[in-house]
């Protein structure tokens, strides 16, 4: 055997977010910022590495995940539940650099808590892109940002605070094929109204017609562009799905037949059923509305049952900014949701992490398997407990380094 890698790390448990299992006792070897081998933790192996003098991290009592990855993001926004705050950050004369630090403190939350990527899903003003031709050098080297700038809603409908309405008697398409705005690798299309927090499971209608979110996706297509649709209830979801959007977001009240069109494309699925709890546990809502958001999120876990046994391509995003889903941790908290909905843990993270490696196009993370970004979180302790506190300390790997609390630890050893 001969190696040259810059270090090992001995994992109690790998999940490696392929598939769904957990692998005991394993060795991970970093070369550079790539994992360059796993192997099987036999004493003779680790013996042999030892007597090498190679560099040997112990983690053989914790926990080892792909680095995870947030599809529904919006950066712009904090998850207060601070009226005065909130109305603070939806104003339209807010100073830019307000808004370009609110951004870098999200993103940098994302690191903390083991995000390697996240989809910003829109902003009224297009904030997010403006930070990235303005702050390109504020952006945390550890993590990804795609984004879809403004949404497009129709005029007069739900959409207002994630975008921009479609001008009057001007097509959709025409919109998406006339903006110069477009560069974060996707469009954002408003294609229902909210959850009612007044009567359970009312379904609003879709903002445009068939014809015109199929002309829209093909020339988002044609842009080099993919598509996210905002949609709730059946006739907007089987609009999108018809459209050949690239993922429904939220699809609250679906409904089993557009759970069986989204498996028989594999169109990939976002749930945000954290937003039901988030309102649930810290909005300030009535008895009554909590009880419409309790209904409403345990619907969501039950089409999210159906989801997992008709296949449907599962991912997973938080809406991290809506009201107390605070950035990063949302995360944790979304993945205890499916655990809750009958996901097992490795099916749990395979959704946070190649699922939506998957959608975004990024094949070299979401993964750890050999040849694969090091992209990485060690979460002390066995596989049962590592999603019960999402504040437990953990060590993130970017790019082959190992971070506590923001600092590299292996300057240390
Ligand atoms: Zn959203």
Not at 135 to 155: D, E, Y
Not at 176 to 187: A, D, F, H, P, R
Not at 210 to 231: C, E, K, N
Not at 274 to 300: E, V, Y
């Amino acid at each position: 055997m001969k190696f040259n890698p810059n270090y090992f790390v001995i994992a109690g448990w790998l999940i490696d977010g392929s598939n769904c299992k957990v692998q005991k006792d394993v060795v991970l070897e970093i070369s550079g910022e790539k994992v360059s081998g796993i192997h099987v933790a036999e004493p003779v192996f680790l013996d042999y590495i030892r007597s090498q003098k190679q560099r040997v991290f112990d983690y053989s009592k914790d926990t080892v995940l792909p680095a995870l990855i947030d599809n529904h993001v919006h950066l712009s926004l904090a998850g207060t539940t601070n009226p005065e705050i909130r109305q603070n950050q939806l104003s339209q004369h807010q100073s830019l650099s307000k808004v370009y630090r609110r951004i870098c403190t999200h993103l940098n939350l994302h690191c903390d808590y083991g995000i390697a990527a996240v989809r910003d899903a829109g902003d009224f003003r297009g904030f997010v892109q403006a930070f990235v031709a303005a702050k390109s050098k504020c952006l945390p080297a550890s993590i990804r940002l795609q984004f879809c700038g403004k949404g497009w809603h129709n005029t007069g409908r739900y959409g207002r605070m994630i975008g921009c309405a479609v001008k009057r008697n001007t097509a959709l398409a025409s919109e998406i094929e006339n903006s110069k705005e477009l560069c974060g690798g996707w469009v954002k299309i408003v294609n229902s109204g909210l959850n009612s927090l007044v009567q359970f499971g009312q379904e609003t209608a879709p903002q445009f017609s068939r014809a015109d979110l199929r002309a829209a996706v093909q020339t988002a297509i044609s842009r080099g562009l993919r598509v996210m649709v905002h949609a709730n209830g059946k006739i907007p979801v089987r609009l999108a799905i018809e459209a050949g959007c690239h993922s429904i977001e939220h699809g609250f009240f679906m409904g089993q037949s557009n759970l069986k069109r989204m498996a028989d494309k594999q169109i990939t699925w976002i749930p945000t059923a954290t937003t039901m709890a988030a309102l649930i546990q810290k909005g300030s809502i009535s008895a009554k509305a909590a009880d419409i958001a309790k209904r409403t999120l345990n619907h969501q876990l039950k089409q999210l049952r159906l989801a997992r046994e008709y296949g449907v391509p599962v991912g997973l995003g938080t809406d991290s900014g809506s009201i107390g889903e605070d950035h990063g941790k949302a995360v944790w908290q979304e993945m205890q949701l499916y655990r809750s909905a009958g996901f097992g843990l490795g099916e749990t993270v395979k959704s946070a992490s190649a699922v939506n490696a998957k959608l975004l196009q990024a094949n070299d993370i979401g993964t750890l398997r050999t040849g694969k970004q090091a992209a990485f979180i060690i979460i002390s302790g066995g596989p049962r407990d590592i999603l019960n506190d999402p504040q437990r300390s953990k060590i993130v790997a970017t790019d082959g380094v190992l971070y506590r609390d923001n600092s590299n630890i292996m300057n240390d050893c």
